[in-house]
Each structure stands twice: as structure tokens, then as C-alpha cells.
């Protein structure tokens, strides 16, 4: 049985949205096989990664069972500190990434410790963030140790060196992901003057070495039509690019309203998405957060992914800076089944109908409600609680 959503999309009452995840993320290494099967290396090791993703789905599953939505995707902010200052940038805007020195991040250890408790858990993907991640080579080590997961880094890609080339020659699970806006102009535009004359060298450097790595590219109305342009694409392919991730801009202000795409936009991009998939087999292609109508509505707060930000506070995703519970006083089961994760699942919210783009964001009011009662509940606690960080 089917309900209508307000857009005309049909959505399954009894949808689930874990085995419509697992589906994703075996679509997600059949496309990454695909696309790396001319590299002996790097096809033997998606081949392993494979094995190890379908031994998760099945871990996943059992927890399940046992009362635990496991999802199969986590984000990691590893570090507040960041180079550049993007214009629009979400992390700043939540002041999540600031100039001053950082206080209070999770060390090197203690990211390995959340990172090998998600493996035990199932996770299969951890997209480390920041900030400027590759600023954090230690975690870059640690999580190249962790072979059975796969790490994609999203970096401005100013500060890779050979050293870190090495690195991802060794650790076949570490995964450049480099911010790009298009050309030259809007890259640098956004990105600042030399930016993407920087990333054309590192993409040489890393495709000389047979190394995989893909791009991440901001969607807006201004960059849309051209960031699926073949024009574009076919320059990345040249370069050797393996993935690219469409990551649709989230307004985090009232101001970046105007940049926001709309369901037009999204109907545009999914068509050019199919048509893609089907002319460029030696690429993949994933958009985030995708069309939330077919995907049951938002993933986020552990219907799909969550967040921990640099300082270890879980959070429902990186455009919504909301936590009440932190990783280092517990355990990240724990955090899966936090208050505000389970009152965002449990109350529908992130299902309900909403403009585009964040669904938290929109409900805003709502989800500052929700903190307001986990606080009130908290204080009134005479055993304390876990300490929130935002």
C-alpha cells in the first residue's frame, strides 16, 4: 500500500529504509568495481572490499534483529581548522570550523577507538570531513589501518603532499575526494585564487601514481547545468577521476536561501544523473542527499548516516548542529539511540513534507523544541546524563 506525497511521488507505508540502504551501498561497490577494473590494484581491492561490505550488511542485519538500526554510513568532522574560507561554506556558518586554535578534539586514538567500533557495528563507509581533514594525518593512518571499511576524505585539496600520496598508495581504503566547482573561474571564485590549479596538479600527481580519487562538487542554481556538462566531466575523466559527488547545497542562513536548488533542479539533476550512469560506466556518480521522496525522506540522525563533529558530539548531520549526546562518555551504539536521534526517527519528522534541500532546517523550530525537553529531561535527572555538544 501506497500514500501520495504532496510532490505526486508514491511512498510505501511499510518502506524500509535499511534494506533500501543496503541496496544503495552494494550499488555503490558494483559501480565502484566497475569503474576501477582496469587498475589491477585497485580492482583486486574493491574486490575485498566487496566481500568485507556484504560480511557488514549482514552484521547490520543482525543488529537489527536485536533491537539496532545500524547505518551503513557514518560522517566524521575530524578537525575544526580549515585553510580556506568558501563562500557559503555550512561549517563555518555553524561555526563548527573557525580560525582560532581548536580546543578540545578528539585525538588520533580516540577516532581509531570510534573508528573500530563502527566496524564492529557494520558500518561500511566513514566520509571523513572537517574543516580541512587532511590536516589530521594521524587519523588519516589510523583509518588507513581499517582495510574493511572505506574512508572517501573530502578535502579543499591544498595541503596533499607526497607524503600523503604515498599513504594513499599503501592504504587502498583512503579514498581524496577534492572540492571542485566546475572551471577554473567558478572554483576559484568560491574557493579562492590558485585553488584549482592546485587541485589539476594533484589530480596528475595522484592518476600517474594509478591512484583512485574522485570530486565533490558543490550543486547550486549557479553551477548546476555545468557541473553534469560533458564538458566538464570529460575533463575529469581525462584526468583520470573515478567518482564524483554531487553534494546539493543546504542554505545553513536565511541568506543562502537563493542558492538552495529546487525540486526542478532536482528532477534536472536525477535525469542527467541516469544519463550519466549509462554513457561514462568508467565513472560513478552519487548525489547527497539525493531525492528524499524516494528514499522514504532524510537519512539523517541514523536512518542512514549521522555525524560526530570534531569535539565528539553526535549529530543528526553536518548541516544540522544539534547533539545531546558526546562519543567520548559513551559508546557510538549509544549515540545511534540518543534522545534527539530517536525523537527526530520516532516522530516522523524527518519524513514529513518539506521545500527542498534540509529538512532540519526547515523544521528548525521544531528540532530546538525537541533540545529544550532533552535539556529539561537531563536537569531533572538526579543520575546526570551524558554531556551534550553541539
Not at 577507538?113 to 587532511?134: D, N, R, Y
Not at 571499511?149 to 578535502?155: A, D, E, K, Q, R
Not at 567558478?186 to 590549479?197: L, P, S
Not at 539523517?300 to 558526546?326: L, V, W
Request: charged content about 30%; aromatic content about 8%; hydrophobic content about 40%.
Amino acid at each position: 500500500m501506497a500514500t501520495i506525497d504532496k510532490g505526486g511521488v508514491a511512498v510505501s507505508k511499510n518502506f524500509d529504509v535499511q534494506e533500501y540502504m543496503a541496496k544503495g551501498v552494494e550499488e555503490i561497490v558494483k559501480e565502484a568495481i566497475r569503474a576501477t577494473f582496469r587498475d589491477p590494484r585497485e580492482s583486486a581491492f574493491m574486490a575485498k572490499f566487496a566481500l568485507a561490505s556484504r560480511k557488514a550488511t549482514r552484521l547490520r542485519r543482525k543488529k537489527k534483529k536485536e533491537g539496532l538500526d545500524v547505518p551503513p554510513f557514518l560522517i566524521a568532522s575530524i578537525t575544526s581548522s580549515c585553510n580556506l574560507h568558501c563562500a557559503g561554506c555550512y561549517s563555518r556558518s555553524n561555526h563548527a570550523t573557525v580560525d582560532c586554535k581548536p580546543v578540545a578534539q578528539l585525538t588520533d586514538e580516540e577516532w581509531l577507538k570510534i573508528f573500530k567500533e563502527a566496524q564492529s557495528l557494520g558500518v561500511s563507509f566513514i566520509l571523513l570531513a572537517g574543516g580541512e581533514p587532511m590536516l589530521r594525518r594521524g587519523v588519516m593512518v589510523a583509518a588507513g589501518s581499517l582495510q574493511s571499511i572505506l574512508f572517501p576524505i573530502f578535502t579543499n585539496g591544498t595541503f596533499m603532499d607526497e607524503k600523503d600520496f604515498d599513504l594513499f598508495d599503501r592504504c587502498r581504503n583512503l579514498v581524496p575526494v577534492m572540492s571542485i566547482e566546475g572551471g577554473k573561474a567558478e572554483t576559484d571564485a568560491r574557493r579562492g585564487a590558485g585553488v584549482y590549479e592546485k587541485l589539476v596538479d594533484n589530480m596528475d600527481k595522484l592518476h600517474s601514481r594509478g591512484l583512485i580519487y574522485g570530486v565533490s562538487v558543490t550543486v547550486t542554481k549557479e553551477n548546476l547545468k555545468q557541473s553534469v556538462s560533458d564538458e566538464f566531466l570529460n575533463s575529469l575523466e581525462k584526468s583520470g577521476c573515478k567518482a564524483v559527488f554531487y553534494i546539493e547545497f543546504v542554505p545553513v542562513t536565511e541568506e543562502g536561501k537563493k542558492l538552495a536548488p529546487d525540486d526542478a533542479d532536482r528532477a534536472f539533476m536525477q535525469k542527467e544523473l541516469d544519463r550519466l550512469r549509462k554513457t561514462k560506466q568508467e565513472m560513478m556518480f552519487i548525489s547527497f542527499p539525493g531525492d528524499e521522496k524516494s528514499s522514504g525522506g532524510c537519512l539523517a540522525a541514523g536512518r542512514g548516516f549521522f555525524h560526530i563533529n570534531s569535539h565528539g558530539g553526535a549529530e543528526p548531520c553536518p548541516f544540522s548542529a544539534y547533539s545531546d549526546i558526546n562519543v567520548k562518555d559513551t559508546s557510538l551504539e549509544a549515540a545511534i539511540n540518543s534522545g534527539l536521534f530517536a525523537a527526530l526517527r520516532d516522530g516522523r519528522l524527518l519524513e514529513e513534507d518539506h521545500a527542498g534541500g534540509c529538512v532540519l532546517f526547515e523544521k528548525k523550530a521544531q528540532v530546538e523544541e525537541i533540545m529544550r525537553r532533552i535539556a529539561e529531561e537531563k536537569a531533572s535527572d538526579p543520575r546526570g546524563g551524558n554531556r551534550a555538544e553541539g
